[in-house]
């Protein structure tokens, strides 16, 4: 098994910053793309920010220019600088980790983490 805990989340004026953090534990021999996904209050979760093992990142246009994701493959990690941060921010962000392999080329699975709640005031 594989767990994600995620940490950084917080309260926040808008215009301030947060960092989240994000780890994976477990029995784990690579992981494909770790993401991060937002879910406010009432509304279905979505796609924030995406990194692949190479590096590659995309991004979901209401935070071009204001997120950095990040990650670090020797830990297992993924991070999220949000800056510039708008009310419309404010939600529970989740770590993803897919297409985890726990040796070389066994079944790819997908995780979650629990959530981390990021609220910005105005």
């Known amino acids: 098994q594989v767990q994600l805990v995620e940490s950084g989340g917080g309260l926040v004026q808008a215009g301030g910053s947060l960092r989240l953090s994000c780890t994976a534990s477990?029995?784990?021999?690579?992981?494909?793309?770790m993401c991060w996904y937002r879910q406010a209050s009432g509304n279905e979760r979505e796609l924030v920010a995406t990194?692949?093992?190479?590096?590659?990142?995309a991004y979901a246009d209401s935070v071009k220019g204001r997120f950095t994701i990040s990650r670090d493959n020797a830990k297992n990690a993924v991070y999220l600088q949000m800056s510039g941060l708008k009310p419309e921010d404010t939600s529970v962000y989740y770590c993803?980790?897919?297409?985890?392999?726990?040796?070389?080329?066994?079944?790819?699975?997908?995780?979650w983490g629990q959530g981390t709640q990021v609220t910005v005031s105005s």
């Open positions: 993803n980790a897919d297409g985890v392999r726990h040796y070389k080329n066994a079944p790819s699975f997908r995780y």
């Open positions: 477990g029995s784990i021999f690579s992981i494909a793309v």
């Open positions: 990194v692949l093992s190479n590096g590659a990142t």
